[in-house]
């Protein structure tokens, strides 16, 4: 059983950055991909940024190209997500999870709270 933990999450004024973190936990935590993913009040869940895990090759939703970088730090079992320029529509609650077979994601961590103030 794979437990993720985001940390970072907080308020910020618009054009401020944020450093968000997920921590994986578990006996043995291995997984192809790792992704951010957010969502705010009232809106379906998307898809922020990606990351596999091996090769360190990202991917990213067009709105935030540019403003936004996932990492990891494989001797951690961490991904990251710096978030700069951020825009009072970035406000959203920020979830981190795990592709761990190449197919979907199948764990989730319990979010963090991003609030961006205009």
């Known amino acids: 059983q794979v437990q993720l933990v985001e940390s970072g999450g907080g308020s910020v004024q618009a054009g401020g950055s944020l450093r968000l973190s997920c921590a994986a936990s578990g006996r043995t935590f291995s997984a192809y991909a790792m992704g951010w993913f957010r969502q705010a009040p009232g809106k379906e869940r998307e898809s922020v940024a990606r990351?596999?895990?091996?090769?360190?090759?990202?991917y990213y939703a067009d709105s935030m190209k540019g403003r936004f970088t996932i990492s990891r730090d494989n001797a951690k079992n961490t991904v990251y997500l710096q978030m700069n320029s951020l825009k009072p529509e970035d406000t959203a609650v920020y979830y981190c999870?795990?592709?761990?077979?190449?197919?979907?994601?199948?764990?989730w961590g319990q979010g963090t709270q991003v609030t961006v103030s205009s």
């Open positions: 999870a795990a592709d761990r077979r190449g197919g979907t994601y199948d764990s």
């Open positions: 990351i596999i895990w091996s090769s360190g090759r990202t």
